[in-house]
């Protein structure tokens, strides 16, 4: 965004890239971002100049919730009065009716984030099969080219149904990454269906697996939508204010005044901005009584169903930075005394926050996972690219780093496409890692042809020698992206075959 | 069962489990550990390469866990991190910490040999996986030739039974196994590798015969400790059909019991070999058709 608007607008309207929809959506982003009308404090005016928060290009003038999450179920007990729909006899109706509803979904973006716990939605409509799986992929196929983004997300409940299977099928057959998908794993999910849900995981990148339990007791009735962020059910997402965490130990003088003094003041900036764009969404815009939404019970406004969102990026760099660590066996993700800080640092971040009394509805803290423009800074609490130590200790310290994030976070895995012939593998890990504590976990088949078939080691000059040839086969053919060349997702270690 | 040239590969006191140790702790000389394998059995597993190997096969991929090191020191010359260094009594001692991974040593040594062993008890062994047992469905004890430390491992098992994970064993199987009770006592599962389909070709690629493994295939099937029997395909060198066809006959009768058929690939094969050829896909589908077609059902290509 520049400050002359008539050229902003001459860029978006002939940017060759962006299609039509988007194209409008760029336009109402610079009417939005025209006018500033949010009532910030001091306090937040401070840090969003510093650099250490930044409002995720939400707008300037929010007359929306960054992410709404209907009671589809509801909705399709119901129908809708506002939409002129009935309740579904079959599942034609029942996909139908929602296709409805997701487009007219009041959000940033203006599509939905969450599609809803697509096979409890659905089983109770599958009669037929082989009609159900037609009726599906339908939905999918709609979905995948008219919301056609990454954020969209669907859920999986962890009982096996026939509805279940059949989009993990789909999902497994179709190879598109919209929508993304996630399953709400429980240790007592029939072993048969997890292992479903695993090998499609690795031939698709998804689903990957939500903490039922632990995100059950934190937010009661939830859905996991969007980057891993977890709602309530019926509820909104109002805003998203990121700490961008690197920035904090140059507002600091040692690690005890970064702790006892700079945090305590960081989330006073951030939930005073969070409080500031609630205000606005809510008392300004009356974005609750303006959508029908909330008229037909399908959202609520209440404490429960409110959730502003905390959000964190770069506690890795944080720690490094003010404890100045360089060594390799001491920095953030490998030195005790690291992490032990580390660790002190997100429980008092949760304490500033629990202390603070939330204007509207509750603060909810999300490890946030970055955006386009971030260079050299680590989503949430992880340990960055490259610097991964092995894969139980990445697990165990992702545990330790996340474990109040009650509105989600996420660590992916890549693995070696060798797994595939053992999805029990990643069960083993899935399991092992819940039962520590984790709360999310996403896999991903990574392609390489340096296996450890069986029973040998592999060497690290192997291994060298192997990226060798294969970088100079795969040279022309990278993804140079702006998100994978800037965040190294590139270097990102590969697993199930690694020293 | 060792071959002659084999024998001052296990000459080393600290881990034969003979007469000399009584009185002593007993130690493994452990070449590396990795926290978590698809590759080595059933689910996630802990695999631990042993040095050492009776064995000297042709293509082997690690011939750098065949020998023990017999300390000429070489190594500590090349090492660039400072990492390896010689004892007062003449013995090379590998620091960790420094390592680099460079592996400079491997390539220095000539009696395939590694100076990055550490000597382990089985309690220090179980402390060191401690962190991953969550994870893990269990250990897998490879190398080498574990087999050779059949007594260490008892031990070591008889622990990670107490920690309710499952013991497996990846062998060559040329020391028999089936009269070792107190090992298979605390023993899930083997994997055993049939390198060869005739005594001739065994030998030629191993140095060793065909008897002992065949037996303990037979024998650990019959008494369900039998997870899988892996082959790897090295066209031009053995029969690879004449190996197919025998395993599938000790196998095909046994439910679960899988066929690993497995491509030669030159990863870490001594230069000498270097020109031995990778099986086309096709040569390995017609493996995979052969081996059904006489009776198992169980079979994974890789
Ligand atoms: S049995 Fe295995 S470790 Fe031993 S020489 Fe043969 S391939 Fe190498
Ligand atoms: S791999 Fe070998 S040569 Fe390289 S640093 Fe380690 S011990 Fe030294
Ligand atoms: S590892 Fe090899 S080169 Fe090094 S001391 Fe032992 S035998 Fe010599």
Known sequence: ?499 | MRKESGDSVVSCSAWTGGKEDIGKEMRAPVNKIIPFSAVDGYGNRTAVFFQGCNQNCLYCHNPETIQECIHCGACVTTCPAGALSLSDAGRVVYDISKCCNCDTCLKTCTNNASPRIRHMTSKELLEEIRAYLPFIDGVTASGGECSLRSDFLTEFFERIKKEKKTAYMDTNGQIPLWDKKELLAVLDKTMIDLKAGTEEDHRKLTGMGLENPVENIRRMAAIGKLYEIRTVVVPDVVDNARTVALGASLIADVPDVRYKLIKFRHYGVRSEYAGIKEPSDAVMEELRELAAAKGVKNIVVT
């Open chain 1, 1 to 499: 965004m520049t400050k002359d608007m008539t050229k902003d607008i001459l860029q978006v309207i002939r940017n060759p890239k962006v299609t039509f929809n988007q194209r409008l959506k760029d336009m109402a982003k610079i009417a939005e971002n025209s006018v500033e009308l949010v009532r910030y404090t001091e306090k937040s005016r401070e840090y969003f100049e510093n650099g250490a928060m930044m409002d995720m290009f939400e707008g300037k003038t929010p007359y929306r919730t960054r992410y709404c999450v209907p009671d589809f179920e509801l909705f399709l007990k119901q129908g809708s009065k506002f939409l002129m729909l009935e309740p579904p006899k079959d599942i034609w109706e029942a996909v139908g009716n929602l296709l409805c509803l997701y487009h007219n979904i009041p959000a940033d973006g203006g599509l939905p984030v969450y599609i809803g716990c697509l096979d409890r939605l659905l089983e109770p409509f599958v009669r037929d099969e082989a009609e159900a799986e037609k009726a599906i992929r339908f939905l999918l196929v709609h979905v995948d080219r008219t919301i056609s983004n990454a954020f969209c997300h669907a859920d999986l409940s962890p009982e096996d149904t026939r509805a279940g299977r059949i989009i993990l099928k789909l999902t497994k057959e179709m190879q598109r990454p919209c929508p993304n998908m996630t399953v709400m794993y429980r240790e007592d999910m029939p072993r048969d269906y997890l292992m479903a849900a695993l090998d499609t995981a690795m031939t698709a990148a998804k689903p990957s697996f939500a903490n039922d339990v632990l995100y059950r007791r934190d937010m009661g009735d939830y859905a996991v939508v969007s980057c891993y962020n977890v709602l309530p059910i019926g509820g909104c997402g109002l805003t998203l204010v990121r700490l961008n965490m690197n920035q904090l130990p140059k507002l600091a003088k040692d690690p005890e005044d970064l702790l006892n003094r700079v945090i305590p003041d960081a989330v006073t900036a951030v939930c005073d901005a969070i409080d500031s764009r609630c205000e606005f969404i809510i008392e300004d815009c009356h974005y609750y009584e303006n959508t029908f939404l909330y008229q037909e019970g399908l959202i609520k406004k209440d404490k429960e169903h409110m959730i502003g969102m905390f959000g964190f990026v770069g506690l890795a760099e944080c720690v490094n930075k003010i404890m100045k660590l360089q060594d390799p066996g001491e920095r953030f993700g490998h030195g005790a005394a690291a992490d032990l800080y580390a660790e002190k640092v997100m429980k008092k971040m949760k304490e500033e926050i629990e202390k603070r009394p939330c204007k509207y509805g509750k603060y909810g803290l999300h490890a946030q996972v970055g955006v386009m423009e971030d260079s050299s800074l680590t989503p949430g609490g992880r340990i960055p690219i490259g610097e991964e130590p092995e894969l139980p200790y990445q697990i165990t310290n992702f545990i330790r780093m996340h474990r109040d994030c009650d509105a989600g976070c996420g660590e992916l895995f890549p693995f070696e496409k060798t797994a595939q012939h053992n999805p029990q593998y990643l069960a083993d890990i899935l399991k092992g890692a819940f039962s520590q504590g984790a709360r999310y976990l996403s896999f991903y088949g990574a392609d390489s042809d340096l296996v450890r078939v069986t029973g040998y080691l592999v060497k690290k000059s192997d291994i060298e020698r192997f990226d060798r040839e294969q970088m100079t086969l795969n040279e022309a053919t990278v993804n140079g992206s702006g998100a994978s060349k800037n965040l190294h997702l590139l270097d990102r270690k590969v697993r199930g075959e690694e020293e």
